[in-house]
């Protein structure tokens, strides 16, 4: 991924925090927490966009898969207790 391209992906979060009210999120160390993760995961549903980059990753280059685009109820089920 070159520097233009995760220019216009860490813009384009910061537009989904915006648009749902979360933008006090944006410019403070919380990516890392758990209850931050789960609020942006509620946010921000699985598009097809993101199951399309998910096949790429996993075809071209690292031949593994992220469980949270295939499955995204999973977070609800490890962490459910927490939503």
């Given amino acids: 991924m070159d520097k ?3 220019k216009k992906i860490l813009h384009d979060i910061e ?6 009210g979360l933008k006090h999120f944006i410019h403070k160390q919380t990516h890392g927490k758990l209850s931050t993760l789960l609020i942006w995961h509620e946010a921000d549903p699985v598009d097809n966009k993101e199951r399309i980059r998910n096949n790429l990753i996993y075809d071209k280059y690292q031949g593994n898969r992220n469980p949270f685009i295939d499955h995204p109820e999973f977070a609800r089920m490890i962490w459910g207790h927490t939503f």
């Fill in 15 to 20: 537009e989904v925090f915006e648009m749902n």
């Fill in 4 to 6: 233009k391209e995760e």
